[in-house]
């Protein structure tokens, strides 16, 4: 999933060389336990059952992504799961709950405290910011 929308393309081009306060996506480890806390919680609907499809459009405005190589695909077009084992995070889909909560909203119910920052995917706070503001066509 990595870097895969022009979104990121944009936002990486754009922020060149001023990363300041890095901050990262969420993701979860496998010592998730499935009981399924954290899903409903995120305002970006990031989260997935382990098994289940995601899809661009759930819970934000995004009718179409471009994708990098300029296809565009539907913002309901279902997406193969992350895990088919655990709950996941769609890298893409998270801000870190940034412009709507104070904290990451899943880390804060997750009972084993599976919900980590993701090392592959740091974002800048303005990046976040953007790429909510991007979602929810703001
Ligand atoms: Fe969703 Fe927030 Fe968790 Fe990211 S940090 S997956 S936006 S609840
Ligand atoms: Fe897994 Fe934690 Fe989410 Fe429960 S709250 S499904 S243990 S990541």
Redesign the pocket.
Known sequence: MRGYSLYFCKVLKLNEGLKIAIDMAIM??D?????????PECPNTA?Y?GGIEWNWGGGTELKEVEMEGGVVIDGNQEQDPVSDE??YIVSGKCTECMGFHEEPQ?AA???????IPDPDYEETEDELLEKKAWMHNE
């Open positions: 979860i480890t010592e998730c336990i499935n009981c399924g806390a954290c899903e989260i059952e655990f709950y899943c119910v997750c009972p084993v405290d599976c919900c």
